[in-house]
Nanobody, 125 residues
Framework: QVQLVEDGGRLVQAGGSLRLSCAAS????????MGWFRQAPGKEREFVAA????????YYADSVKGRFTISRDNAKNTVYLQMNSLKPEDTAVYYC??????????????????WGQGTQVTVSS
């Protein structure tokens, strides 16, 4: 089973950009589909983006489509979330997660068995 560590969260102004990274331990990273979720104070954890194990399939929440891009580098055991045109409503703790599932199932947090500890993203207006 992989262990996940997120990085890259910080305070940024609205309209700015951030790139989050999630480093995975273990030699089986390429076997997992990966997802990014976020949780704002007082709200449930919600899906942001996901990518299949080979990188050919990507999925996005409607709220981030066109602004965020998920990618992965299996040689580096890392998945990324490039976030552009950030808005105050993007403020949340961002988590990466690993799943053996694929396709549309990746939009559900229930299919993810392993989670990172999260990284805080704060977007000021």
């Amino acid at each position: 089973q992989v262990q996940l560590v997120e990085d890259g969260g910080r305070l940024v102004q609205a309209g700015g950009s951030l790139r989050l990274s999630c480093a995975a331990s273990g030699r089986t990273f390429s076997s997992y589909s990966m997802g990014w979720f976020r949780q704002a104070p007082g709200k449930e954890r919600e899906f942001v983006a996901a990518i299949s194990w080979g990188g050919s399939g990507t999925y996005y929440a409607d709220s981030v489509k066109g602004r965020f891009t998920i990618s992965r580098d299996n040689a580096k055991n890392t998945v990324y979330l490039q976030m552009n045109s950030l808005k105050p409503e993007d403020t949340a703790v961002y988590y990466c997660a690993a799943s053996y599932r694929s396709g549309g199932y990746l939009m559900s947090k229930s299919v993810y068995a392993t989670w990172g500890q999260g990284t805080q993203v704060t977007v000021s207006s």
